[in-house]
């Protein structure tokens, strides 16, 4: 049997590429070795933005855009939409009953969002079960690994200790455990040099025009000790470098040294990351262009997917049904 991989994002919004390189290359390349569910978690993106709810349709459709423009194969992996099969809900219902507030109260990362996003309430009831939801999508469909960033483990944690609880009530070994798959890459960071965030307005969208990404690679801080064309700049302390090494890797070595012996000024050297920038994302700017035209297409694609994830869901909420009543 393959092994079953789960991972799910939050329709927030056109992707960038801290998203290329941080999960969506990884679940490209899961697809071709396991059974692949590519999660759209609208009910959680809910929890932050119920008072935005209207956006998350259009989010939705523009994030799977992005998903099919990198490659990712509704033919390969089952696209779902959470709210659309209603069995994510049942099963959070069943873990609510036995996830102790406390283990909830704790989440280091329900903590740190309390404290640090201030601009919606996110004192209710449904945004301290975020992880018990986030559990209900991963063992609803069994799956033996989970890719996600760092920032989520605590989440897969809750998971696992969610199913063994579950396991331990019911006197069962229905619910196996679950690894995390974490990202190789080393995470991007923004224009600015802070973590690359829609929110912090300094990321480069999968969708920006070859002019905005000039634009964008125009501004980026860069060694801040290399203030004139003859000093002598310090690559491993600019984020464009960092850059180098991940869009293109074949020039970084030349880049780094013009930089250390000042013989190319910082702006020559950003335009030269733009240029190899678009050319990096010319295949997926053409593919996305495609289906931007075609967005009945992607809700066919959801429906699709809808239709597979359900299979399974229903078999598993049957299973859990039988255990529990
Ligand atoms: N919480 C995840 C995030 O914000 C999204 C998510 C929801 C998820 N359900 C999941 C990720 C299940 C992995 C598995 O990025
Ligand atoms: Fe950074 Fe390039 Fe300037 Fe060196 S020349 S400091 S690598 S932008």
Same mark, same amino acid.
């Not at 601009?119 to 209710?124: A, G, I, K, P």
């Not at 801040?224 to 064309?229: H, M």
């Given at each position: 049997m393959r092994k079953r991989v789960y991972s799910a994002m939050r329709p927030t919004g056109k992707l960038h590429l801290g998203h290329l390189v941080g999960a969506l290359s990884n679940w490209k390349e899961f697809q071709e070795k396991y059974d692949c569910v590519f999660g759209v978690a609208d009910w959680h993106a809910l929890m932050g933005e119920y008072e935005n709810s209207k956006t998350l349709k259009e989010n939705t459709v523009e994030m799977v855009i992005d998903w099919l423009a990198c490659g990712l194969d509704p033919e390969k992996a089952i696209f779902s939409v959470q709210s659309q099969v209603p069995e994510h809900l049942e099963l959070q219902m069943m873990f609510s009953c036995l996830t102790p507030l406390g283990w909830l109260e704790r989440n280091p990362t329900y903590k740190e969002q309390l404290r640090e996003?201030?601009? =919606?309430?996110?004192?209710?009831y449904g945004f301290l079960g975020y992880p018990v939801l986030q559990a209900a999508d991963i063992l609803l469909y069994k799956a033996n690994a989970v890719p996600i960033g760092e920032d989520q483990l605590p989440h897969l944690e809750l998971t696992r200790e969610i199913g063994r609880r579950f396991n331990h009530i019911f006197k069962t070994e229905f619910f196996a455990d679950c690894d995390a798959i974490l990202t190789q890459t080393p995470r991007l960071l923004g224009l600015d040099g802070r973590k690359m965030s829609k929110s912090y307005q300094n990321a480069i969208n999968l969708s920006d025009s070859p002019d905005e990404i000039k634009t964008k690679v125009k501004g980026m801080f860069t060694d801040?000790?290399?203030? =004139?064309?003859k000093d002598v700049g310090h690559p491993y302390e600019c984020n464009v470098h960092s850059y180098f090494s991940i869009f293109a890797p074949e020039k970084k070595d030349q880049v780094r040294e013009w930089c250390v012996n000042a013989q190319k000024g910082c702006t020559e050297c950003k335009m030269i990351l733009a240029e190899a920038l678009v050319e990096y994302l010319r295949p997926i700017t053409e593919r996305r262009e495609k289906f931007a035209k075609d967005r009945s297409k992607v809700w066919d694609i959801l429906e699709e997917g809808r239709k597979k994830a359900s299979v399974i869901a229903r078999q598993t909420m049957s299973e859990v049904k039988q255990i529990v009543f």
């Open positions: 996003i201030t601009t =919606r309430d996110l004192q209710t801040p000790k290399r203030l =004139r064309l």
